[in-house]
């Protein structure tokens, strides 16, 4: 095997402000304390906290003077986990968290010895800066896989995700949460009000939820956590704490319904004049909650012009361009829907059986029929989608869309009507430490005289998946088996096998060329073992492979067939800082 690359990464002392030059304790602040008695749920543990009943509705301004936090649990065992894992922290940081029947609510003071200093910069939502942050991670199902984070930085810019297999963060999911952030002489407060029904748990009379919180100090780099996040261990879900005595949550309906009318009129010129035809456009988005932790989303002739628009890509390649989901519809519960079968560097930009802009995606035939004035995009007819989570730890997908056909010049299609279908179950087990999946997918297109030489009648794919930690959950094991079968005319087949992701025609290769098919076979296998815990060393193994004949494009995303790679990684990883640096990292790898 051939050496492909050696990497060194050396991170430089982290430089303290000068404030960190005066006495800690003569600079940091007494916490806060209340003329009422101590809490009566005690004090939390390390790993371990307790959400009471909100004797009052908190008011959002970022002030701790409000009654319900009076005999909330304080939650401070806040403790250091870069640049020094598990040290103690001169920023002190207190949590309080209360509930009632429709809302979470944390009060979260981050004490700081110089509040001057404190970075707060202000941005579009979600996106990033290098201020101070408060994040908070609840695990409602508490499965130690699935979580959402909600995060904020002193000036009120929001953050939120949803994460999924215990790392995979969708920065796309936006929730309704309200939040409210102060900065004083003690350093700076976040209060948050987190709605129930942005989050999915399981339908029960009390329940206790995976609960993280993490710090940023921004000019000292100091990263601070409860309960202790430890970089040596794969995930972070599953290393969080413990929020229990959240009871009396009702199951509500949950029903939203956001209607649309537009209306449009368009100048074009015909002959020496020009006319002005008006169009009108109506729809809905529906989202129905079955159950605290089953959802039914639908929608009808949906209207995307408010999602943000992609960025302009000049793409000279051979290869498709993979453009991230935005569409509100398709991004509820999309992390029940990955299955990955082609992927990156250690596991990263991976795509797999289904791609949601396949469903209303441009017409593929507006080169050979379509003008100036024919559709950019398929129109979804209507399409539906139920997610959640059921009891013993078993998720479950299932989307259903139609889209209408589109025509260009002389009424000739450049999109068929077609019928898009996927259907997706996971079963957890072992705390969440073990997992096994399936996945179908399946396309059926109207086709007619102007498309069956071009496109393909139906396509259908499945596979299973595994995924299982152990040692300590120092070492992880995944794998994969999928195959996909294609139907069409032999014309649509045979520029299937000669297209820039199978290239049968190659004369490098033993593979057969048959322009009478029509039909095309193939799978694709996946193994991979890492180790990512424990010690100083890391090290992952990669086996791939796809058959010539492997074909997901249809509902999913795939750049090529006919392949087999074998990738391994190995790293020295020093975490515990030394006087000559921060971390240090030794990487080895070879293709």
Known sequence: MELLTFATAFLCPCFLAAQGTTAIASSTPAPI??????????????????????????????????????????????LEYEPKQGAETRFKTELRVVHDDKYLYVMARMFDPAPDSIVSLLSRRDVRTQSEQLKLIIDSYHDRRTAYQFAVNPAGVKRDFYVSDDTNEDATWDAVWDVATAVDSLGWTAEFRIPFSQLRFPNRSEHTFGFMAVRDVARTGARISWPLYYRDRQGYVSQAGELGGIRGLSSPSRLEVAPYVVTKNETRPSGSSYEHPQSVAAGADIKYGLSSNLTLNATINPDFGQVEADPAVLNLSAFEQFFEERRPFFLEGSGI?????????????????????????????????????????????????????????????????????EVGTDDRTIEPRTNYAVGRVQQDLRDGQTGIGAMITGVNRALDANTENFLRGSAYTGGVDLRHRFLDKRYELTAYVAGSVINGSEAAIANTQRDGVHRYQRPDDDIEYDPTRTSLTGNAQRLTVSKFGGGITRFQSVFQRFSPGFETNDLGFQSRADEQMFRNWFALQMNTPKPLYQRAFFNFNTM
């Open 33 to 78: 304390r209340f003329d009422a008695p101590e809490s009566p749920l005690g004090s939390a543990t390390a790993t371990a906290a307790v959400a009471s009943k909100a004797s009052a509705t908190p008011a959002l301004d970022g002030k701790l003077d409000d009654e319900a936090w009076k005999n909330a649990q304080i939650i401070d065992k806040f």
């Open 337 to 405: 829907f990955t299955f990955r079968t082609s992927c990156g560097d250690i596991d990263s930009g991976c795509t797999g059986l289904f791609y949601s802009r396949r469903i209303g995606r441009s017409p593929q035939l507006s080169g050979f029929y379509g003008d100036a004035t024919s559709a950019t995009n398929t129109t979804i007819l209507g399409a539906g989608k139920l997610t959640g989570r059921l009891g013993k730890g078993l998720s479950v997908g299932i989307l259903d869309a139609m889209t209408q056909r």
